[in-house]
């Protein structure tokens, strides 16, 4: 497929997860982005792209068109209207994450709890040994405006299994091989944020072993869904 | 009615159920499944089979066509795609519990909150003694991959009047003698668990004496609703 | 208009008014019942009728033919299903409260939880000196089955403002000129119930003084809507 | 364009608004009303109107039709119902801040319950530093009848650079230079009391250090959107 293609492509992939956030209830108002990277050659690289939403735009005006395409140094490459203010974060990431073909950041209630906090979530539920293999990670306090978010969430991420990273006083980042995964591990660490929390409001969660934490996130990230995740 | 017939119906059944699990809030994603037990022969027995939806399959792709066949060892015997990775542990509960026709299995936030703490729900409203019958228990923690699960919900069930058990870490499965009355099941154990612990928040809930617990489970479970339950 | 005439446009009153339950979250599966009486003769007395849901019905199937008419003693006089379970604690309303036209029982989260404590939700709010006048009151704990739950909220509305009880340990029941007043007190109830659960949550909440809830609930009750409240 | 036409605009702006308060979850029953400002000549003074919704009608029926015209004395000059019984403090807000060209009030729960307490939301998120530039304020208590609910929100918003004060125990209002960006600040202050009501609950939130919250609401308020906010 020519780049071309896979950009309109993405478009509409990006464009029609950007209405997944509020159906799960993750994004108020015009918070919250999703992007996914278009590989360019033939394989990850620093000449690849990503499309993500403008930014201010509320869910109801979210169209193929309307998203705009971005370079690796998240310098607009196509598109009418400014990138999310989010740009330089995601671009970061697709720089020195090739693994990484979506990144999506929300603002969802229990998730930025936690980050405000600056406490990780434990993991006490088999649901998350499944998908994150432990903990959610904190990621340090950052402005907005240079690189410092986008390092935070690689840093973090780099030495955790999870996909999710919460950043400090902000709120969920989440990663994955395309947009589809990185949307779902942001409804998860929501959900998992929201049970853990409730959980713990009554009392002491019972911790599961680390060795039926690794058998259960062997056994997920092998074996489950119909070969895809 | 064929075998064939009943498997056709079982599949719509059980595809329509699925609807009910977001429409109630107790899933996110792909999370959750039911399932029915099509009697084969006159009476249940070991040569039964159940239909169950596949794996990691979104909520909006759920058609009668792609729900599929199991018999009670829990091999896929009719459908294009892999059974529920919960599937051994309907199988289980088939095998060993005959009068149960329905067995369904969430992540409902509230209830997989008491699961996370190993606490069992107290029987503090009338509504739990009229559809539990007092509280609701807690099952052991066990691994997905083997009997454990489906052994851990008989042994736990077998006990008590309750339809639910909430095995430890992981969360709710629910019985009952169809598969609706095991998703009306799994409705409430979410809405008890969940008022029950918003009671607890802000202090200590009054008991309920066991006589009063007795004659209400015993009233409802004989004169409530047309007939049929 | 005739009492047959009345009938009807009171069966479509009360199985529109149902839908509200749902609609805003007081109710979930069959829980839950709305009734308003029809009188018969000059002004209401011990002849009068009431409409009311049948019982174990899915709220899906609520329809004016579906409902079901009772006289004051509760005895089915119209209607091919047997009346909610509920229908006792209804017809004492009515017999004995002669002002109120209509009655709605829910098991909503936060005025259950308050009720699983035994516990009045103080007057916290401007809203709750508006349209409870002060606390809404806790009633006593009553088995189903014969006259005491109807004793336990007239006794308890009687020495009260509050066009709410909280019944122990089960739930609220809420009385108003016609059932859509009735309804507007069970969405209230909740409504409040959880605003003061949430307050607490996290400290003391400060009192308002009786001087300022009875201004608000004397300006409320005398101009506040087109007329009609 | 005319007054005449801006007033028909407006009724249009003020009605559709409206229905974003139930979309958000902001409001149940008749509760909650936004307002906007109509300029009369070059720019905003003493003989300004503003178009708002009428008293106790249900969120189904508000049309543009259905909307009133006030004066800044809050009196009626155009329309067939009576004006909201929050008008005199919206009529106190545009005759004091000249700048406000739009008020919404809500009893939105989480706001409230703040409010219950007499507590300001702390700045411990860097959305809030984004939109509300520092913490919350809480405003006095006041009866509803006379100019004490206006002169409170204008004492309290004009040391603040919040667009939102919490009125004790009452809930919220918010300003903005128009009726939507005040119902953007509706949304936002319910969505991050309910953050920081969340973060609380299981212990201590870590500060965001003022220079930073100076840093991130000046860029926010500068570069943010598509050129409008």
Partial sequence: MSTTDEIE???EVVARLHAELPRWGLVVWTAGNVSQRVVVGSEPGPDDLFVIKPSGVTYDELTPEAMVVCDLDGTLVDGTRAPSSDTAAHAYVYRHLPHVGGVVHTH??????WAARGEPVPCVLTMMADEFGGDVPIGPFALIGDDSI????VETLRDSRSPAVLMRNHGPFTVGKDATAAVKAAVMVEEVAR????ARQLGDTVPIAQADIDSLYARYQNVYGQDTK
């Avoid at 969802?108 to 709890?113: E, F, H, I, L």
């Avoid at 049970?195 to 409730?198: L, Q, Y």
């Fill in 150 to 153: 986008g390092r935070g969430i």
């Fill in 108 to 113: 969802s209630t229990y998730a930025t709890a």
């Fill in 195 to 198: 049970t853990v929390h409730i």
């Fill in 9 to 11: 492509r993405t478009r």
